[in-house]
T-cell receptor, first 117, second 109 residues
Framework: DTAVSQTPKYLVTQMGNDKSIKCEQNLGHDTMYWYKQDSKKFLKIMFSYNNKELIINETVPNRFSPKSPDKAHLNLHINSLELGDSAVYFC????????????????FGEGSRLTVL | GEDVEQSLFLSVREGDSSVINCTYTDSSSTYLYWYKQEPGAGLQLLTYIFSNMDMKQDQRLTVLLNKKDKHLSLRIADTQTGDSAIYFCAEREGFKTIFGAGTRLFVKA
């Protein structure tokens, strides 16, 4: 039973194309995230949704559009792909806030490796 | 500002202790974390420490927190080849978890 699952695992495409990555979590969390990990393994947050509402929107080109149809799903659509978009994109989920009762731990998917040629 | 810094590489012999260090900026973080990433996988929480603690021990892992210096460390006792991975220090700032650049731990047999 995979807790956070994302598809596809690998994506190879040409510059200029549009592609989507899907993510689903079955942990009952109310918050989901997209992180981008570059070739040097730096991990940077892109977006976060809480109960279908966008709560974090970092400085990301507007070619990237997240969509959350419900709190268990968060998709990422990328228009007009560029070479610099090549990276591993990680979906994660958690409870909204950390506190005495929960640690705010992030649960990550296995990643979607995007290669733009 | 948000900044979590850690050294990029550490190499140790099997059986030795490994110490990975990290500095962070947000003094209001409730929790500080260590995540582990193995090749081709996502990150997994290894351990965490609540901000009102100085130390936490969990089997081979010891986390030390110095709030005055905003310094966090992870010690792995009796390091094994299976511990080879990237270790990320992280802090929670509101709704965001901010990660360091990751320390690549190489364990030589």
């Amino acid at each position: 039973d995979t807790a956070v699952s994302q598809t596809p695992k690998y994506l190879v495409t040409q510059m200029g194309n549009d592609k989507s990555i899907k993510c689903e979590q079955n942990l009952g969390h109310d918050t989901m995230y997209w992180y981008k990990q570059d070739s040097k393994k730096f991990l940077k947050i892109m977006f976060s949704y809480n109960n279908k509402e966008l709560i974090i929107n970092e400085t990301v080109p507007n070619r990237f559009s997240p969509k959350s149809p419900d709190k268990a799903h968060l998709n990422l659509h990328i228009n007009s792909l560029e070479l610099g978009d090549s990276a591993v994109y990680f979906c994660a989920s958690s409870h909204r806030t950390s506190g005495v009762r929960n640690t705010g731990e992030l649960f990550f998917g296995e990643g979607s490796r995007l290669t733009v040629l | 500002g948000e900044d979590v810094e850690q050294s990029l590489f550490l190499s140790v012999r099997e059986g030795d202790s490994s110490v990975i260090n990290c500095t962070y900026t947000d003094s209001s973080s409730t929790y500080l974390y260590w995540y582990k990433q193995e090749p081709g996988a996502g990150l997994q929480l290894l351990t965490y420490i609540f901000s009102n603690m100085d130390m936490k021990q969990d089997q081979r892992l010891t986390v030390l927190l110095n709030k005055k210096d905003k310094h966090l460390s992870l010690r792995i006792a009796d390091t094994q080849t299976g511990d080879s991975a990237i270790y990320f220090c992280a802090e929670r700032e509101g709704f965001k978890t901010i990660f360091g650049a990751g320390t690549r731990l190489f364990v030589k047999a």
